[in-house]
């Protein structure tokens, strides 16, 4: 009797194995998108996450803020918004969104962004001072000055629900979808579900996270460029010409900063490549040494900035292994101790790129100390005043704090003597005149690409002067002219098109598919891996520098020596990655590799962002039923477990010979 109870219970069991997930495909339609993610920084939880079983709602179309509050006003509950991403800016989002918690928990469950415009407003998610530091956090408005008025704060806010941002195709899909549920008055509704659930507590801040081991450290891999191998008795001095390469946002996948980051990282690309321009003098020949550096992790607390100076300043290897100018360290790890050649005392200046790109024709002049009579910001000044096209100044305002938030903020706070001998070009006075700063709206139309090529003229130029110790500028100064054609390459590439045929050229296996929909910039978590920005910053300037010391390659293992495998050409140059990471995390194995990390010595002044370890996340959309009827199916398959069980045992009771199961 009970064998043949088992044999049905079994039946059942496997038919219904077989088909469910055939069930599931056919109910769910899979989205793809850019999810806004958990962070955690010594302050707590910071972004967007749900429950583990993820959240669900009917989705509810809004085109207008007026739709938007004509929604919560309404009785309506348990709905995901969904909205034309240029309604992120206004007013009532905004503030929606800045609730400290959700007071109407059943009312949004989430919102989808469709791919669309941009505001009309103002949308910078990160602070009113881009560089503050967690203990000063909640004193955002006692201060006179603020480089980034229109600044808003959600990128440090722990959101209420989740938003998912949506690429042109599934911004398609949705919008039918929710447009269709917009014409009916009763079920089935069109509903999404979505699960973005992270590990750490809203609770945690970096410190418990670590040690929980939910949670990994913001890093990655700056790149450095030094136009002539440095050696150690080297009595020259030292010229810095530095850049961001990364950004920030409510977005991972779509982190662009075009303006806020990448008119910069250009500026510097354009600047080295007309500084070694044909019939120029070679920089062997100059009286001081020149080092390109484009610095990651600078969004995320001058990750790049503060570990390079910070090496240059302390570092001590434990074991070296290759030979100068290609020794590197194993212990601690570092792909090359070019770096440990330099002394602070005989660094000379440091002009660094940063926000270059709003359009109009002026660049302005920053110091921290503005003392304006320093040779790099006298010689800046004096190439400035002869060119054309653009008026170039100093930024003297009385209410600036000095500098404006940048990778020269990082430099200043691990070696203050530098202070006097750095400067950061911008194209604004004071206030920022960027309105989108780290957000997804600073896209490639938010640059002017001839104000960019102005920049990096004045660079190249000014480190032309410099190097050769020149007192005023000279004739072959003036040849210096940084290719526009170039400028405006690099930009499409680093703001709009990630499969760009250049980046191909040094990522051959790149297609639109392992690319992604937009360019980010993203600077991900410490690790030995190389993101595909990271390798084209690095590979472009290994490409420009170098020289061919072979024939094709498909790697480096291709190559002889030392040689380097870039663009498909084994090649030689002194160009190197370095690790990107707060100087406060110490991994257990190689702070290069990763492993498990401890953090040391953390103040209220630190900022430690790490990324939360993610369980699977994703964006599903299914038509659903009204909730009665669920009831009503319930009840039916409750009643059938019931006859199922009665039926079991009359057959118990009324046939007691077994029946033989083979």
Not at 119 to 141: M, V
Request: charged residues 20%; contains cysteine.
């Amino acid at each position: 009797q009970m064998h043949l109870c088992s044999l049905l219970v079994f039946l059942v069991a496997i038919a219904t194995t077989t088909q469910s997930q055939t069930l599931e495909d056919a109910i769910y339609q899979t989205l793809d998108g850019n999810p806004c993610v958990w962070l955690v920084d010594t302050n707590g939880g910071v972004g967007c996450h749900t429950k583990r079983s993820g959240v669900v709602g009917v989705l509810h179309y809004v085109e207008t803020s007026t739709e938007v509050e004509q929604f919560l006003a309404s009785s309506s509950d348990d709905r995901v918004l969904v909205m034309p991403v240029q309604l992120l800016a206004s007013k009532v989002v905004v503030e929606l969104l800045q609730a400290t918690n959700n007071s109407e928990p059943s009312k949004v469950q989430g919102i989808l962004l469709l791919e669309g415009g941009v505001p009309t407003e103002p949308f910078s998610p990160t602070y009113k001072n881009p560089d503050t530091r967690p203990a000063s956090r909640g004193n955002q408005e006692q201060t006179d000055f603020f480089w980034n008025p229109n600044a808003n704060g959600l990128l440090h806010k722990a959101l209420p629900f989740p938003l998912w941002h949506l690429g042109a195709n599934d911004s398609k899909a949705i919008a039918e979808k929710a447009l269709f549920n917009k014409n009916l008055t009763s079920y089935p509704y069109y509903a999404a579900e979505i699960v973005a659930f992270m590990y750490p507590q809203s609770t945690d801040n970096t410190e418990s996270c670590i040690k929980r081991g939910t949670c990994k450290p913001l890093g990655g891999h700056s790149t450095y460029a030094p136009l002539v191998p440095l050696t150690n008795d080297s009595k020259k001095e030292v010229i810095f010409a530095v850049a961001a390469m990364d950004s920030a946002g409510l977005f991972q996948k779509k982190n662009i900063g075009a303006n806020g980051d990448m008119s910069g990282t250009v500026a510097l690309l354009a600047a080295l490549d007309a500084l070694l321009q044909d019939g120029l003098t070679i920089p062997s020949e100059w009286d001081r040494d020149v080092v390109f550096a484009w610095l990651d992790g600078e969004s995320w607390g001058n990750l790049g900035s503060s570990s390079f100076f910070n090496d240059i300043k302390s570092f001590s290897c434990e074991q070296k292994s290759g030979e100068a100018p290609y020794d590197s360290c194993s212990s601690p790890s570092r792909p090359s101790l070019q770096f440990s050649n330099i002394k602070l005392d005989k660094i000379h200046s440091i002009i660094e790129a940063k926000q270059v790109g709003s359009p109009g024709k002026e660049l302005f002049i920053h110091q921290q100390t503005k003392d304006f009579t320093t040779p790099v910001s006298y010689m800046t000044s004096e190439i400035g005043e002869s060119m054309d096209g653009v008026k170039v100044t100093f930024a003297q305002d009385t209410r600036t704090p000095g500098v404006p938030p940048s990778a020269t903020t990082g430099i200043i706070k691990e070696a203050p003597e530098l202070a006097k001998k750095s400067v950061v070009i911008s194209d604004h006075k004071a206030e920022y005149k960027n309105q989108f700063y780290h957000s997804i709206f600073d896209t490639r139309e938010n640059v002017d690409a001839d104000l960019v090529c102005k920049a990096a003229t004045l660079i190249a130029r000014t480190i032309s002067a410099l190097a050769r110790d020149l007192k005023s500028p000279d004739a072959e100064v003036e040849r210096i002219v940084a290719n526009c054609e170039l400028v405006e390459t690099l930009l499409d590439c680093t703001t709009k098109n990630s499969t760009c045929a250049l980046a191909r050229k040094f990522l051959p296996g790149l297609d639109e598919q392992n690319g992604g929909e937009w360019p980010t910039h993203y600077p991900s978590v410490v690790s030995s891996r190389i993101s595909l920005h990271q390798k084209f910053i690095h590979d472009w300037v290994f490409d420009r520098v170098g020289h061919k010391v072979g024939t094709n390659c498909s790697s480096s293992e291709d190559c002889n020596g030392t040689a380097t495998c870039v663009a498909s050409v084994c090649q030689d140059a002194v160009v190197f990655y370095h690790p990107a990471k707060s100087l406060k995390m110490i991994s257990g194995w190689s702070d290069w590799v990763g492993g498990y990390w401890m953090v040391e010595n953390v103040t209220s002044e630190d900022i430690l962002w790490t990324e939360s370890d993610w369980s699977p996340i994703g964006l599903r959309i299914f038509k659903t039923s009204d909730p009665k009827i669920d009831y009503v199916m319930t009840g039916l398959a409750v009643g059938q477990f019931i006859i199922t069980a009665v039926v079991c045992y009359l057959i118990a009771k009324y046939f007691p010979q077994k029946i033989k199961v083979l």
